[in-house]
């Protein structure tokens, strides 16, 4: 399959998955009136689509890959802010697992591009 836009990257779409997910727990209860944990969670959210985004642009796959290394760890911090929202009672464990497991499989989805990158001539 050819790329054309960031929108075609699979990691992309599971990164908007995730983001949709952490802004849904974020909104509710208590958790939404946490508003520097809050707004932590969302941006780290945000940032793995954007990075991924961002990256596509760089013009060459060693920036790319650069940009896609942001988003792990953004995917990462993300794992990191679960276990304060869980630890404070803001997630249920149902949602910090389905959180973490999408955070997970976003990590690795852009983990398995990256490799990809790493062995292929740029082609846009």
């Avoid at 945000?46 to 642009?57: L, P, Q």
């Amino acid at each position: 399959m050819i790329i054309r836009r960031f929108e075609d990257i699979e990691g992309w779409q599971l990164a908007r998955e995730l983001t949709k997910l952490v802004y849904a727990s974020a909104r509710r209860g208590t958790f939404a009136k946490d508003f520097g944990l809050r707004d932590q969670i969302t941006r780290a959210a945000g940032s793995v689509m954007h990075n991924i985004a961002a990256g596509f642009d760089g013009g060459s796959n060693p920036e790319f890959i650069k940009f896609l290394r942001y988003s792990q760890r953004s995917c990462s911090e993300i794992q990191s802010q679960l276990y304060v929202a869980l630890d404070q009672c803001y997630v249920t464990r149902e949602e910090f697992d389905a959180i973490y497991n999408q955070t997970a499989l976003t990590h690795s989805k852009v983990g398995g591009f990256i490799r990809y990158l790493l062995n292929t001539p740029i082609s846009r």
